[in-house]
């Protein structure tokens, strides 16, 4: 899989990183965070499986609730706290979840497909 990775001073909206097609910004100051960088290299993914994915992401808050769903679950395979991603799942993505759902759907207690 193809990616740049850039290292910035900053992030819009408190985020620690950002993905934009194959492109990924993560603060200097979590350069070394593995699962970060992991949850990026999802998006990315995303974006080789689906060239439209920008569109769909920005658009549809089902696609945008199982991409995010998926990033953060391998996230929390390399260690992450499982409060903190539910609290960034449930608060930063306008995706109407309380923290106990996205709490479940990080620890895959639902496949994908039911969300």
């Known amino acids: ?28 100051s979590h350069k070394d965070d593995r699962g970060l960088l992991e949850h990026e290299k999802v998006h990315v993914k995303q974006f080789w499986r689906c060239p439209l994915h920008g569109l769909f992401y920005r658009f549809s808050e089902d696609y945008r609730l199982k991409s995010e769903v998926e990033a953060y679950r391998v996230q929390y ?24 759902k996205a709490k479940e759907l990080i620890k895959c207690l639902q496949s994908l497909e039911q969300i």
Request: glycine residues 6%; contains cysteine; hydrophobic residues 45%.
């Open 77 to 100: 395979k390399y260690g992450a706290d499982l409060d903190t991603l539910a609290d960034h799942l449930s608060s930063k993505y306008d995706l109407m979840l309380t923290f106990e």
């Open 1 to 28: 899989m193809i990616y740049l990775k850039f290292c910035v001073d900053s992030l819009p909206n408190g985020f620690a990183g950002k993905t934009n097609a194959f492109v990924i910004r993560i603060l200097k």
